[in-house]
């Protein structure tokens, strides 16, 4: 051994002996240090790079989106022609006559596909103890293979009609987007067939309060509203959620809190709402919206929906 090396103390020749490894470390290290730096250059540069393509291909994406978007609302939405058919509305007898009528029949429309069971506990014992008295209630089946009518017909009450299409409609195959439009053909043709001047939607699983048409006609008259809507609750695990927004918004606003003259009727569920991801209740009423339908409100809470499948957050039901 060295005498140099005899003559430090143990702890300095620790020292010395690691400094003199991590100079041999370094020396062999610093060169490929380098092409790593550069590489890791490289990368950074090619990552922004990337970050900056790929929000151009977003920005592309949502005018695009913007631009279909358009193209199918002016397909589906016939807003301009709706718009029409209102003012022309507005001057016949029959829209004078649904304001000046102080007790009209109140059409009461459903729609349903094998929901004995709910049909009878909540829905239909909920219309017939409306405390408002002039009302049908027109329940049509979307195919229904069940014992709904019947059940239905053992009622024994002449208020209720029920009439089954011959079979189900077709919706897409997707959950989400089937519930945006499901039942839709069935509520069309309920509202064909409707006697009342007012119409008010209620889904077969859901409820009314008690005063819900009451409140809604006295609303609708008072300020000659062509449509009214309300507060609604939405029955939740942790209680009820109470909904509702004046003007109407998406996800505040269900047809079973609101009830229209019947001679907008030509305001039909569009079953391709789907396509422009809209749920059928939505669709329906933007398009009363853009039209110019005068519209009411009223703070009461006057129904309790129970919502079931892929529902957007606080929207009421099928679409």
């Not at 998406?250 to 422009?276: D, I, K, N, P, V």
């Amino acid at each position: 051994m060295p005498g140099f090396i005899r003559r430090l103390a143990p702890r300095r020749f620790r020292n010395w002996i690691g400094a003199s490894i991590e100079r041999r470390v370094h020396s062999a290290m610093d060169p490929r240090m380098d092409e790593i730096q550069e590489e890791a250059s490289l990368l950074r540069s090619e990552v922004v790079s990337l970050g900056i393509e790929l929000t151009r291909v977003r920005e592309e994406a949502s005018r695009l989106h913007r631009e279909s978007r358009g193209v199918l609302d002016g397909i589906f939405d016939r807003v301009p022609e709706l718009r029409g058919e209102l003012l022309r509305v507005r001057k016949t007898a029959e829209y004078v006559r649904t304001f000046e009528e102080k007790e009209p029949l109140v059409t009461v429309r459903m729609a349903t596909y094998n929901r004995g069971d709910l049909l009878f506990e909540r829905a239909v014992p909920s219309v017939l103890a409306q405390t408002y008295p002039r009302f049908e209630l027109v329940i049509v089946g979307d195919g229904c293979t069940d014992d709904t009518e019947e059940r239905l017909r053992g009622i024994g009450d002449a208020r209720v009609r029920f009439v089954n299409m011959p079979h189900q409609a077709i919706y897409p195959t997707d959950p989400r987007q089937r519930w945006m439009v499901a039942g839709a053909p069935a509520m069309n043709l309920a509202a064909e067939l409707a006697r009342g001047l007012w119409i008010a939607p209620i889904d077969d699983d859901d409820e009314f309060t008690p005063d819900h048409l009451a409140v809604l006609l006295e609303t609708a008259l008072a300020g000659r509203f062509e449509m009214v809507c309300s507060r609604f609750a939405s029955a939740q695990a942790g209680g009820d959620r109470v909904l509702g927004r004046y003007p109407p918004a998406l996800g505040h606003f269900t047809f079973q809190a609101a009830m229209y003259m019947a001679e907008l009727r030509m305001f039909e569920y569009e079953t391709r709402a789907w396509l422009l991801d809209e749920p059928g209740d939505w669709n329906l009423c933007r398009r009363m919206l853009e039209a110019g339908v005068r519209i009411g409100w009223s703070e009461s809470v006057l129904t309790r929906v129970h919502p079931t499948g892929p529902r957007l957050e606080g929207s009421d039901r099928v679409g």
